[in-house]
């Protein structure tokens, strides 16, 4: 952590310690800096806002504190204090803060959790199953992958996303266990969000194996997947455009368009989509073709066009057609 974020958080700090209902400018600045984009930061907040509004989770934090301490001052691993039950039972709280709260602290108490936290993984309600998933992304604890894993065939999106973002955290090290997820069509979509976040690119092989698949599929999860990759793709999206699966007539005008905007979306500042196009203009499926030479013809026309989004528009567009 750099020391202009350690004195960020060491000021919402300094203002969660004397903070009171009253004190409606230092709320409204909280606010505001809870739109932060590092973790540490909405942690602070969260936890300061959660004391003033929820008297009940002051004494548990202050616990959670000490914790710390002791374990840092010992170096060892300790049993899991009291006050982790008080945050389990609070998993799930759907309030922004309090969520944000409880999963903070059951990350700091760490590896003593962990197993509770499998537990809850199971349980009957989203909120308490899409807390666990988060807090034990963030103890990154390698005995929870199977399970998160096993999470991403959740019924509820807001639970597959936890599981998402949990994985994230572990990077490369989840990328086989996941892959294996892509041949269980519940689970398929979420495993191919977490592969390109991941942005492993041996992943990419398997990805366009299942793209090129008559499986069900979604071009637009894979395009995304492979822009996260980046350009380590592109090489492959290229190589997959010359497959002659693309060339059967059988296959849908979306599905032959689906490499073009996974293409696009690996990488789609303006030269680049110029190049991509152009590769496709001598391809031979003519309705790939005619795509690719109606987006050329207008990329290269309006070079007003660099912005990503208004390229990204006009390809979904044309490709639509």
Known sequence: ??????????????????????????????????????EEVKDAV?????????????????????FVEERERHSEEMSAPPCASFFLQALGNSETYIWRCVDCALAKIG???????????????????????SALGRIGDPVAIPALVSLLRDRKVWVRDCAVHA??????????????????????????????KIGDASAVPVLLEYMQSPAPKRAGNYG?????????????????????????????????????KA???AHYSLPTAVAFCRDLATNPDTGLRQAAESVLSCLERDTTMPNPQSIRRFLGWKLRR
């Open 46 to 66: 969260a936890e300061a806002l959660v004391a003033l509004w929820h008297p009940e989770f002051k004494q548990a934090l202050r616990d959670v504190a000490v």
């Open 167 to 196: 994985l994230t955290r572990y990077g490369s090290s989840v990328v086989p266990a996941v892959m294996e997820e892509l041949r269980d069509e519940r689970s398929r979509s979420a495993a191919i969000e977490t592969l390109g």
């Open 1 to 38: 952590m750099d020391s202009e974020i350690a004195l960020k958080i060491e000021v919402i700090q300094r203002i969660g310690a004397s903070l009171h209902t009253e004190d409606t400018s230092a709320i409204y600045f909280l606010h505001r800096v809870f739109g932060h984009q590092v």
């Open 224 to 260: 995304m997947a492979f822009k996260e990759i980046g350009q380590e793709a592109r090489p492959h999206l290229l190589e997959a455009l010359r497959d002659p699966f693309l060339c059967l007539p059988d296959v849908e005008a979306t599905e032959k368009a689906a490499a073009l």
């Open 263 to 265: 293409l696009e979306k």
């Open 111 to 133: 590896s003593p959790v962990v197993p509770d936290l499998l537990e809850a993984l199971m349980h009957g309600e989203d909120n308490v199953r899409r807390g666990a998933a």
